[in-house]
Structure formats: structure tokens, C-alpha cells
């Protein structure tokens, strides 16, 4: 792993910035509602919490996720759903999970982003599994575990896999891109 502080000044303020787009691109998003499902919208916001949580680790994306999810849904549907918002910071966490078996050399390139490719779709399996199967064993409006798989689930982790695999690499590149830049004027 990195030698990468959980709580530095810099993961403190990543997890505010984060947590501020993610709650204010998915108010934004949550009016794209997939038809045939149940509150599940389009939301190429993900990629948020997932590039938070690739380029400054686990914690903060698990933050920017699950903070932002829960501002985002008290807005847009006036309730908090704990396992949705643990879901949604599961997204962050897994990219995040990168920093432990990529070198800081490689974490933005090739093989890097490959891994943030890779990461961005399990993120979005796990993480939305977490949520629909948890409103099944719950019984938080699911009755069935099919009415989880094909209503929530499915649908769910479809587009933000896709939408993560796409958004999230071009967001790690335009971070190194500009960092390289930032360092090179230093």
C-alpha cells in the first residue's frame, strides 16, 4: 500500500469536494429514472465517488459515496435509505482498493487504468448488490428476490458499471494530466 495517510488535510478535503459533486450531480440525475424499475435512474455521476475513491483511496471514496448518496436522496426524495447509501459507498470503496496492489508508479497508467476499469464494474456488482438484496432481506419494498434481481439490481449495476468502466478512467487520466502539469510548474 501507499504511504498514504487515511485522515490527512488532503483526504479531508477530497471527501468534502467529493461528497459535495456526488450529492449535487445526482440531484441533477435522479430525474432519469429507468422505466420498469424501482427508483432506479441514470447516473453517470458514479464515476464520482469511484475516481474520489481511486485516486485518494478507500476511505474517501467510501465517504464521498455514501455522504453524498445520502444528501442527494434526503433532496430529490425527501428519505434516507441506509443500505442504498451504503451501496453507493461501496462504489468508492472498491476503486479505492487499488492503492493496495497497484504501485504509485502505475496507479495512473496503462495498467492503472485497466485496474480502474476492472474495479468500477465489481464496484458497481458489489455495491448494488449490497443495496437491492439488502431491501429483499429487509423487506424494504421488495417482496421477492426476483423483483430484486430484475427491478433493482440488474438495472442498477448494469449502467453504473457501464457508466463507471467509461467515465471514471477519463477522470483519472484528466487528475494525472493535470497533476503532472502542476508538478512540472513547481
Not at 451501496?87 to 476503486?95: E, K, M, R, V, Y
Not at 504509485?104 to 487504468?113: H, M, S
Not at 448488490?129 to 426476483?146: C, P
Not at 439490481?153 to 448494469?158: E, K, N, S
Request: proline fraction near 4%; aromatic fraction near 16%.
Amino acid at each position: 500500500m501507499s504511504e498514504r495517510r487515511v485522515l490527512s488535510t488532503t483526504s479531508v478535503v477530497a471527501m468534502a469536494i467529493g461528497t459535495a459533486l456526488y450529492a449535487a450531480f445526482n440531484v441533477f440525475f435522479n430525474v432519469l429514472q429507468l422505466p420498469g424499475t424501482q427508483l432506479v435512474t441514470l447516473r453517470p455521476s458514479v464515476a464520482i465517488p469511484m475516481f474520489f475513491g481511486y485516486a485518494f483511496g478507500p476511505v474517501v471514496g467510501f465517504v464521498s459515496g455514501f455522504l453524498g448518496n445520502v444528501i442527494s436522496d434526503a433532496i430529490s426524495w425527501g428519505g434516507f435509505w441506509w443500505n442504498w447509501d451504503v451501496g453507493n459507498g461501496l462504489l468508492g470503496l472498491i476503486p479505492g482498493l487499488a492503492s493496495y496492489f497497484i504501485s504509485k508508479e502505475d496507479i495512473f497508467r496503462r495498467r492503472g487504468y485497466f485496474a480502474c476499469v476492472v474495479l468500477a464494474v465489481l464496484a458497481s456488482v458489489i455495491g448494488m448488490g449490497f443495496a437491492a438484496y439488502t431491501d429483499y432481506l429487509f423487506g424494504y419494498g421488495i417482496s421477492t428476490i426476483e423483483e430484486a434481481t430484475y427491478a433493482l439490481f440488474i438495472p442498477a449495476a448494469v449502467t453504473d458499471a457501464v457508466n463507471g468502466a467509461i467515465i471514471t478512467p477519463i477522470l483519472v487520466a484528466a487528475y494525472a494530466s493535470a497533476a503532472r502539469g502542476r508538478a512540472r510548474r513547481v
